[in-house]
């Protein structure tokens, strides 16, 4: 077990990004329909949000509800937008008393009034806290994302707001539904599964991957601090070689 004093603070990523995953598995494990796998996962998202902000961590931000997702059965569905309007409900307090502010990326459009409605007044309220930035991804996907963005640089682009020659990756960044928000340093996946799952594709591409056989309701703080322990012990060379990454630590420091 990895506790908060062995982390080294000064050196936490700044951004980091949770595929939740195998809440249905647990609820199998103990012969109980799905959603009590989703309704545990919400003591796992509370304990992880707190343990983040706690330590400093700058954005989290978590895979809530997938573009895909709308495919599963429709009471499973129901079950898990209520049980966003009453986790979001309940929490907002817990937010505002601890600095969080809460954001959402995806397609926020397609969610059902009630859901939208408790989220939006949830941003809203929180929109001036300076601590822990919590994301939530609902109706998310990132090919989605990026086809939107694709879209809406096209239009720019016809209407003569942009050259395309101008196109750049900040240009194209600014078009996605993070932008302002740094790329995740850290992405963590819970349930054994080594999939990304159509999640931030273009905000990984030099993301260190997490993955950990925890299923999603048994994911607690030590658990969070260890991925973080884990992505302490990696060296991140963005392509360059050790030698260059050791000349820059010293050059810095
Ligand atoms: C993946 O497990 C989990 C989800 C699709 C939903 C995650 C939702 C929560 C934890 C509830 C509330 C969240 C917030 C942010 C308030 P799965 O159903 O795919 O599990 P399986 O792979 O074992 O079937």
New binding site residues.
């Given amino acids: 077990m990895v506790s908060k004093e062995q982390l080294d603070l000064k050196r936490l990523p700044k951004h980091v990004a949770i595929i ?7 609820a199998k494990k103990k012969g109980n329909p ?1 959603i009590y ?2 309704s545990n ?2 003591a ?2 509370r304990d992880t949000v707190e343990a983040a902000a706690e330590i400093g961590i700058n954005f989290l931000t ?1 895979y ?3 573009t895909e ?1 709308w495919n599963r059965p429709r009471t499973e569905i129901d079950a ?1 937008m209520s ?2 309007v009453s ?2 409900n309940k929490e907002t307090k817990t937010l505002l008393e601890n600095n969080v502010r809460l954001q959402a990326i995806g397609d926020i459009g397609s969610l059902p009034n009630s859901v939208a409605k408790q989220l939006k007044g949830a941003i809203e309220k929180t929109k001036r806290k300076t601590g822990l930035n919590l994301i ?1 991804a609902l109706s998310y996907s990132s090919r989605w994302e990026m086809l939107n963005a694709a879209r809406n640089l096209a239009e720019d682009v016809q209407q003569g707001k942009i050259d395309s020659e101008d196109i750049d990756s900040t240009v194209f960044e600014s078009y996605l539904n993070t932008s302002g928000i740094p790329d995740p340093e850290l992405l963590i996946r819970t ?1 054994g599964e080594f999939r990304i799952s159509n999640f931030l594709l273009w905000q990984i591409a030099y993301t260190e991957l997490y993955f950990t056989p925890t ?2 309701p048994d994911f607690r703080r030590e658990d969070f601090y260890m991925a973080i322990a884990n992505f302490q012990s990696r060296e991140r060379r963005f392509g360059k070689i050790s030698e260059q990454i050791v000349e820059n630590i010293n050059i810095n420091s």
């Fill in positions: 939740m995953d195998g809440n249905g598995r647990w799905r796998g989703h996962g919400v796992a998202v978590l809530a509800f997938s997702n898990l049980l966003l986790t979001i939530l349930s299923l999603w």
